[in-house]
């Protein structure tokens, strides 16, 4: 099984910063795809396929990466993009989540 | 518009079984999987398998192999999800998703397992 880890676990980022969100894989993966999930909510496609954006993801947002590293970055933090983000890989069965990241603003 | 609508929380004693559903909407049913994941606060998001709509096919995450039961039926557009011998382990959200892409989800069933 490939264990994603996230990282950080949780931070705070004020409006305007840059946020970048990590994922590092245990083995390598084709691709990696991103989750956002607010409080009491289910988790909502982000990003995909590693760079494309969901329908209606603020292009504030980008993806990268490869092999088994791979990061989401916010260009530039607002208050709505507070939530717990969590990656995902299906390169391989069975499928693993990364345990989030909480990002919280300032 | 397509969408994944769940079944109303559980609350199960230790050892007992419970059955959710995952009814689809707003799209052909049979030309996706369905995948459950298991959301607890401890453990994070997992998967527990997926089920071939079309044909009623199965595969688990080795983790879930006899206590999740996927089944499906394709007169209702409907996925379900046994769990089985529950213990305060099993206590979690459970959600549906729409596979390849997760792009939909259900709102998640939250099972509490309790005497």
């Known amino acids: 099984e490939i264990v994603l880890t996230q990282s950080p676990t949780t931070m705070a980022a004020s409006p305007g910063e840059k946020v970048t969100i990590t994922c590092r894989a245990s083995s390598s993966v084709s691709y990696m795809h991103w989750f956002q999930q607010k409080s009491g909510t289910s988790p909502k496609p982000w990003i995909y396929d590693t760079s494309k954006l969901a329908s209606g993801v603020p292009d504030r947002f980008s993806g990268s990466g490869s092999g088994t590293s791979y990061s989401l970055t916010i260009s530039s933090m607002e208050a709505e993009d507070a939530a717990t983000y969590y990656c995902l890989q299906r390169s391989s069965y069975p499928f693993t989540f990364g345990s989030g990241t909480k990002l919280e603003i300032k | 518009q397509v969408q994944l609508q769940q079944s109303g929380a559980e609350l199960a004693k230790p050892g007992s079984s419970v059955k959710i559903s995952c009814k689809a909407s707003?799209?052909?049913?049979?030309?996706?999987?369905i995948s459950w994941i298991k959301q607890t606060t401890g453990q994070g998001l997992e998967y527990i398998g997926y089920?071939?709509?079309?044909?009623?096919?199965?595969n688990y995450n080795e983790k879930f192999k006899g206590k999740a039961t996927l089944t499906v039926d394709k007169s209702s557009s409907t996925a379900f999800m046994q769990l089985s011998s529950l213990t305060p382990d099993d206590s979690a959200v459970y959600y549906c998703?729409?596979?390849?892409?997760?792009?939909?989800w259900g709102q998640g069933v939250m099972v509490t397992v309790s005497s």
């Open positions: 998703a729409r596979r390849p892409y997760f792009d939909y």
């Open positions: 707003g799209y052909t049913f049979t030309s996706y999987y």
């Open positions: 089920i071939n709509t079309g044909s009623g096919g199965t």
